[in-house]
C-alpha cells in the first residue's frame, strides 16, 4: 500500500482527510497523523473560556470522522523530504513512516515573547487547554477577591486585561465581562466596580480586518458593556502586578490574556523548507516549492490566493477552502490529470461580542448586533464537524440562554493528592482578618 498521509487534526487537515476518506484508487491508504486525538473549534475558545459552553463542546474527536482512513495520534518530529519518510513520537514510542505524498497541516503556535514578561505572566488563547486554565483563573480570580482585604490588590485581582483587539480579543472580551457580570451575584463580597476588563490595542480602530463602521460598532458595543476599549495604546511589557505602556503608565491588573502573535511550529525549522514571514511556500497549486510529493496548506502555509493575488490570511475559512483544493489536486495527481492553482473569494467575516450582539461583513453587506450575532452561530453551527456535535452546541447554547453560566473550578485532583495538593494556586501569605 502506497500511503498518503496528512500531519495536522486541525481545521485542515481534518477537511482534508473527510474530502479524501473513501476516494482514494486502489492501492493507496489515507493515514492523518495529529498529537491530539481531537479537532479544536478555535472560533468558539472565548465561549468556552468565558463559561458560556463546556470546554469540551469545543473539540471533535478525530476518529469519530473517520470512515475508512487510518488514524495516529503522534506528535511528528521530522521529516525526511528525499526518503519521504517522517518519524513520529506515540504512544508505543517512535515509529518511521513512509509516503508517498505528504499534506502539511500542522498550523502554527502562539507567540508569547512579543513583549517582555508575558510568557511569564501572560495567558495565551490557542488550545482548549488555554480556555480551560484562563476560565479557572477567573474564577479563582473572583473567589480570592473575597478574602482580600485591601482595596487596591482587589482591583488588581479584579481587571483583565486583553491584549489585542483583533477576532479573538474582541470576542474574549466580550465573553470575559458577560462572564464576570453573570456570574458575580455567586459571590456576595465582590462588588461589580472591582471587576473591569480591558482592551488594549496598538492600531486606531478595532478589528482592522473589517471596515471603520463594523470597528466602530464593535467598539461601542463593548463599552456599553462596561468593557474599557484603550485604542491607540502600545503595551511594552507585562509582569506580575500588571501591563508597563509605552507611555510609561502602568496598567495594574492580575490577569493578561495575550490574542496577539503567533510563531512557526517547531517542525518547520527542521525541516530546511522554503519559508517566508515564518509559513512555508508553496506554489499555486499547493506543492511546497522545490519537493517532490509534499503538500502544505492552511495556518502553516504561504499560500497566494489566485483569486484576488494577496496572501491567504490564516483563518479557519481560508485552511478549509486550502484543504478541499489539495482533495482535488491530490486525486488529479494520482489519476494523471492536471493540477488547478488555489484560488478563493471570501465570503466576509464575523466576530461575536458577547451578550448577543455581533459584527460581520458578508458578502460586502455589513451586519451588527443581534443579526451578526445570529449569523456567526449559524455559520459556526454549520462548520461544527460531526451531527452529534452540532445537535450538543445547540443544545447547549439554548441552554445558555435562559440559565446562568456554569461557574464549577474543575481541577482534576486525584485521591493521591487530596491532602497534599494546595486548595489554593496562588503563595501563602500570612493569615489576615477578613
Ligand atoms: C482563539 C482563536 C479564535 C479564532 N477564531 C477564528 C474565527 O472566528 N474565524 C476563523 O476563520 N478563524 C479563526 N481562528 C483561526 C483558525 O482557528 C485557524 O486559522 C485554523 O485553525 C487553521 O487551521 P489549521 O488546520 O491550519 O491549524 P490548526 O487548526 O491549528 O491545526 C493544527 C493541528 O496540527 C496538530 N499538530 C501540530 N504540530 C503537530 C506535530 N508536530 N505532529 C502532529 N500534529 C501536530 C495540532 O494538534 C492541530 O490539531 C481563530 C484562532 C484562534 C486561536
Redesign the pocket.
Known sequence: MKTIAI???????TTLLRALDGRLPAGYELLL????SY??F??M??EALGASIFPEQVVAPIRQMIRGARFVM????GIDVARRTFR?DTLAGEIEQRYEHLVL????R?RLDVLPGLAEHGLA??TVGDAMHIRNTVLRRIARIELEADPAMRRRLGHFVVIGGG??GV?TAGELVDCLRGIRRYYPRVRADELKVSVLHEPQRLLPELSERLGRAAHTSLAARGVNVRTGVRARCVGERGVMLDTGEFVPAATVIC?IGTRP???VERMLLPVERGRIVVHPDLRVAGTQGLWA????ALVINGYDGKTSS??????VRQAKCVARNLLAVLAGTPTRAFAYRTRGA??ALGHRKGVAAVLGIPLWGLPAWLLWRAYYLSQMPTFGRKLRIFVEWTWGMFFRNDITHLRFTRSQELDTQPAAETPRRPMATV
Not at 297 to 300: A, E, K, M, N, V
Open positions: 500531519i495536522g487534526g486541525g481545521f485542515a487537515g497523523v495529529s498529537d491530539e479537532t479544536t478555535n472560533p475558545l472565548a503522534g506528535r511528528v518530529t513520529c497541516a500542522f498550523g502554527n502562539a488563547l490557542k477576532f479573538s470576542e490574542t511550529n517547531a517542525l496548506i492552511g495556518d502553516c490564516p483563518t479557519a475559512q481560508f485552511a464575523m466576530a
